[in-house]
């Protein structure tokens, strides 16, 4: 059964289907990367071949992600954890056990810089296509109040599947 709350590295019960824990998943992970591996691509070289090393790049750091992913996996099934501060705690020790959530809290702070950084670029030439001169900041900024903070707010994620397979469809049209 689920647990009803986060407590010493148990798992929280959740209301989401794997199904769509997963549409949101891939849309997050694939989303930004569809974003900006083309225009990484065209400001460190202009040439087709250019490709290659970028495609090279990242088929090897998502085979190291899916290595680490298959590890942590196997931790968890070895040691009975549910999560990874309670396979840190039986693997390592409770007493630094802080050190999984300090380095997700770390991480999620990049992710977030790297995905605002792509949002500001990216609503900035929309509004000027849109025939609107908007500063980076102040698309970045409205986006996030108006549409990034209520979507925090939602206690229920499962509601964003749709939207995610929409834009999984979107990058699959967008790529071919």
């Known amino acids: 059964g689920n647990v009803s709350q986060v407590r010493g590295g148990d798992v929280g019960g959740g209301t989401a289907t794997m199904t769509n824990?997963?549409?949101?998943?891939?849309?997050?992970?694939v989303g930004v990367g569809v974003l900006s591996l083309p225009a990484g691509i065209a400001a460190f070289g202009d040439a087709p071949s250019a490709s290659i090393p970028a495609a090279l790049l990242i088929a090897g750091i998502g085979s190291v992600a899916a290595y680490n992913f298959s590890l942590l996996g196997r931790l968890c099934a070895i040691t009975g954890a549910l999560s990874y501060r309670g396979a840190w705690e039986k693997a390592v020790g409770p007493n630094t056990a802080w050190i999984p959530a300090v380095s997700c809290v770390v991480k999620t702070f990049f992710a977030i810089l790297a995905y605002s950084m792509v949002l500001?670029?990216?609503?900035?030439?929309?509004?000027?296509?849109?025939?609107?001169e908007v500063s980076r900041e102040v698309s970045l900024?409205?986006?996030?109040?108006?549409?990034?903070?209520?979507?925090?707010?939602?206690?229920?994620?499962?509601?964003?599947?749709?939207?995610?397979?929409?834009?999984?469809?979107?990058?699959?049209?967008?790529a071919a």
């Open 120 to 132: 500001g670029d990216t609503f900035k030439a929309l509004f000027q296509t849109l025939g609107f």
């Open 141 to 174: 900024l409205g986006l996030t109040a108006l549409v990034l903070l209520p979507l925090c707010m939602l206690k229920n994620l499962s509601s964003l599947a749709p939207f995610s397979l929409a834009g999984i469809a979107g990058m699959l049209y967008t």
């Open 21 to 29: 824990e997963m549409f949101n998943m891939v849309k997050a992970v």
